[in-house]
C-alpha cells in the first residue's frame, strides 16, 4: 500500500548535525501526516516530529524543538528531518512513519512505518 524507507542515520559528534530523509512510495496519496518517531533498546517509541503532506502544519517533541525541523517535498514524495545541535540524548533509531487520519503525536495509530535508521550521537 505505502512503503517508507529511511536514509542518512549515521555517527555524529555532539553539537553536529544529520539530516534524515523518508521516501514514500505506493499509494502516497492517501497519507495525510508523515512522523518521524525514535526508539532506543528497552525503550518505547518516542515522537519526535511530524507534519501535515501540505507542508503546513509541524509539531516537534519538546525536547527537539528548536534543534530539529521537519519538511517534505511532495512533488518527489519525500521527507525529511534535519537534526542540528545533536545531544548524546539523540541516539536512537529513528523511523519514518506515516498514517491516513489525522493523528500527529501517538505511534500506534500511524498506518505504515520504515525500516528505521541509526543515529549514534558520540559524547
Known amino acids: 500500500q505505502v512503503q517508507l524507507v529511511e536514509s542518512g542515520g549515521g555517527l555524529v559528534q555532539a553539537g553536529g548535525s544529520l539530516r534524515l530523509s523518508c521516501a514514500a512510495s505506493?499509494?502516497?496519496?492517501?497519507?495525510?501526516?508523515m512522523g518521524w518517531f525514535r526508539q532506543v533498546r528497552g525503550k518505547e517509541r518516542e515522537f519526535v516530529a511530524a507534519i501535515n503532506w501540505s507542508g503546513d502544519t509541524t509539531y516537534y517533541a519538546n525536547s527537539v524543538k528548536g534543534r530539529f525541523t521537519i519538511s517534505n517535498d511532495n512533488a518527489k514524495n519525500m521527507v525529511y528531518l534535519q537534526m542540528n545541535s545533536l545531544k548524546p540524548e539523540d541516539t536512537a533509531v529513528y523511523y519514518c512513519a506515516a498514517n491516513e487520519g489525522g493523528s500527529y503525536y501517538t505511534s500506534a495509530l500511524y498506518d505504515y512505518w520504515g525500516q528505521g535508521t541509526q543515529v549514534t550521537v558520540s559524547s
Open positions: 505506493g499509494r502516497t496519496f492517501s497519507m495525510h501526516i
